[in-house]
């Protein structure tokens, strides 16, 4: 797990990243609705702060998984 700070990003993004890296371990796949009630967001709101995730070089890759009733991200620490 990385330290470094990641000043580059938004308070919503780095609550997503923090969540992410600490839930990878155990799992793989993440709905944008469930990790938006863990962390009080919208799924919505989840889905346009992940995308930002992804293009930046973090140490965990995500991509998008499928559309179902709310997107899933598939994510590979």
């Known amino acids: 797990m990385s ?7 938004t308070t919503k993004q780095r609550q997503i990243l923090r969540y992410l890296r600490q839930n990878a371990a155990t799992k793989t796949y ?14 919505k709101e989840v889905g346009s702060n992940i995308t930002a995730l992804q293009e930046g070089d973090y140490d965990i890759e995500i991509e998008k998984w499928g559309y179902s009733s709310s997107t899933t991200w598939k994510v590979d620490a």
């Open 3 to 9: 330290t470094a700070t990641t000043p580059d990003l």
């Open 30 to 43: 993440f709905k944008s609705r469930l990790i938006g009630k863990e962390l009080g967001m919208t799924a």
